[in-house]
């Protein structure tokens, strides 16, 4: 019975697997594949290999996909740079706090967590107007800032805070270490798991959006990554071929960032699941 129940929960993890991994099998090999081979098996591997789809996208006249590799790095980039500081310091100041307090913050932005994305989006809109931000990248910026990245990124840093023993931050402000040089020289140091795993998954997520970039910036403004596919795929005729290679060179950036931080990012898992 135990045989067939470790076999059975074998099966369930690889039919999962498989759902996640088939969409990334479907782009890498119809990124290298002709249109009549892609509409005639989309799933079979590139019996003839070809690097033309790539060489479409990256020389379309309209420059799509450089535009929208660049705006998606400016973004991605800014945020994360606000997003780390803002959310450790104030995670900081949280986790130094009584039980209570500190409960009552922490459930405060998980309403932030909880809340969907597209509720708050048209009063984004509206207080980006008003304070004449809309169709900005810093509208754009300070909404990611503002959102449900900020209250990931302090549930992350509260937990791994809470480890670092009070007598060293005690120490340090008898030697006389202001509140700033305390964050940055001694504590921050300390979570460095915990700032590779929250740059990971905000910049994943804010590579990835969608509808923040798409109403916010505007078509007029200009195009991250995600809204240039849309854009690229036409009312009548899509080539296929062109678009794949798009996804393609698209998924480069954020997988080769996940590889240079993996090893805090793994560390900062562990870490975090023995506390």
């Not at 980039?77 to 913050?105: D, G, H, K, N």
């Not at 970039?213 to 596919?229: D, E, H, N, S």
């Not at 009548?236 to 794949?244: A, E, K, P, R, W």
Request: hydrophobic letters at 50%; one cysteine or more.
């Amino acid at each position: 019975m135990t045989t067939y129940g470790n076999r059975l929960r074998l099966l369930a993890a690889g039919v999962v697997i498989l759902l996640f991994v088939s969409p990334i099998y479907v782009t890498i090999v119809n990124a290298f594949k002709s249109e009549d081979d892609i509409r005639s098996s989309p799933a079979a591997p590139p019996l003839h290999p070809t690097l033309s789809n790539l060489a479409t996208a990256v020389g379309r006249p309209d420059e799509l996909l450089q535009q929208g590799l660049r705006n998606s790095l400016i973004v991605v980039a800014c945020s994360i740079v606000l997003l780390i500081p803002l959310t450790s310091i104030f995670s900081l100041y949280v986790s130094r706090r009584r039980t209570r307090t500190r409960a009552t913050v922490l459930a405060l932005l998980a309403a932030g967590l909880m809340i969907p994305p597209q509720v708050v989006l048209l009063p984004t809109i509206q207080i980006l107007t008003a304070v004449g931000l809309d169709h900005s990248y810093p509208g754009l910026i300070l909404s990611n800032v503002a959102g449900g990245y900020f209250s990931f990124g302090v549930f992350v840093y509260t937990g791994f805070m809470r480890a670092v023993p009070d007598e060293i931050i005690e120490a340090a402000r008898l030697d006389g270490a202001t509140g700033l040089r305390i964050w940055w020289s001694i504590v921050m140091p300390l979570v460095r798991p915990a700032t590779a795993t929250v740059a990971i998954f905000l910049s994943l997520w804010i590579w990835n959006d969608f509808l923040n970039p798409l109403f916010i910036l505007g078509p007029l403004t200009g195009q991250t990554i995600t809204t240039g596919l849309y854009l690229s795929v036409g009312q009548y005729q899509t080539s296929f071929g062109q678009l794949f290679g798009i996804m393609f060179l698209a998924g480069v950036i954020p997988v080769v960032g996940y590889l240079f931080l993996q090893k805090h990012f793994v560390a900062g898992l562990t870490q975090g699941s023995s506390r």
